[in-house]
């Protein structure tokens, strides 16, 4: 098409943040890092390279993701534990907090629920910022690897995909059947992978994490959790994923929970629309 005469005013209209956040209740990052510090641990779980585990964490505790042996990302799905409809909503959490999460930003649930099932209390990679290539870590853009768009572009049967691992684990830790526990996998929190989009082309790109053995994501639970944490074949997905070519490396998730009498946690509230959708009732 011809280019207009206007061409580069229009270019050159300044953007809008979609979502001004100044309205959302702030957590108050000093009271959470008090009730944080007489939380006591309870549990941990080891994540297998290559695989996915399961975990619980009670409203008003806390988990805690740890590279231990090498650079390792992970693709976190989190559900409310009591109503598997209730999940980490990837796409709204973008919208509200930007591409990638860090200390004091929130994790919030699919419609109609769209709460905050999750604050991050502590990241130890907040001093990586966005790098000289647009890149920065814990996205919310990605969406998990998975057989399918293997199968897509490469044509092989891959099963240890994130997406499959989440399954499996899922499946196991619920009872549900594989077909029933795929359809409640979600698009993930990608912890410590280092992702953005080429400005050239605005392709999505990963390179290699900066995360190294002691690295932590620390997340408190606003409502009761079901965790499963998939360690991504990918690695530090500095070259591939869905393949066995990358060096992979356990993840660690430790669970912190309020001590016996501790008040209980006050969960948000589910939001607060009328589910009317202009239908008079
Ligand atoms: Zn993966």
Redo the contacts with the bound molecule.
């Keep these: 098409m011809s280019r207009p005469d206007d061409a580069d005013s229009r270019r050159a209209v300044p953007p809008v943040i979609c979502y001004p956040v100044e309205t959302l209740p702030q957590p108050d990052m000093t009271a959470l890092a008090r009730h944080r510090a007489a939380l006591e641990k309870t549990d941990e779980v080891r994540v297998p390279p290559r695989d996915a585990a399961c975990f619980r964490v009670p409203a008003g505790g806390a988990f805690r993701i740890s590279s231990i042996e090498g650079p390792q990302v992970g693709?976190l799905n989190l559900w409310n534990a009591g109503n598997l409809s209730e999940r980490f909503y990837s796409g709204k959490t973008r919208a509200l907090h930007g591409t990638h999460v860090t200390t004091g930003e929130r994790l919030w649930t699919s419609f109609p629920y769209l709460r905050p099932m999750a604050t991050i209390l502590e990241d130890t990679l907040d001093w990586y910022g966005i790098d000289p290539h647009g890149g920065s870590v814990h996205d919310v853009i990605g969406t998990?690897?998975d057989p399918y768009t293997n199968i897509l572009l490469s044509d092989g049967q891959y099963h240890h995909?994130?997406h499959s691992n989440l399954t499996r684990a899922l499946a196991a830790e619920t009872g549900l059947t594989l077909e029933e526990a795929e359809s409640h996998v979600h698009d993930v929190l990608n912890v410590f992978m280092c992702t953005g989009f080429t400005r050239d082309t605005g392709q999505y790109f990963m390179k290699a994490s900066p995360v190294r053995p002691g690295d932590y994501l620390d997340i408190l639970a606003e409502i009761d959790l079901l965790g499963a944490l998939?360690a991504?074949?990918?690695g530090d997905c500095s070259a591939e994923?869905s393949s066995d070519a990358a060096a992979c490396y356990p993840l660690l998730v430790e669970i912190f929970s309020p001590q016996a009498g501790a008040a209980q946690w006050p969960s948000p509230s589910i939001n607060g629309y009328d589910r009317s959708h202009g239908v008079p009732g």
Excluded: L, V
């Design positions: 693709d998990r690897c995909c994130c998939s991504c074949p990918g994923h």
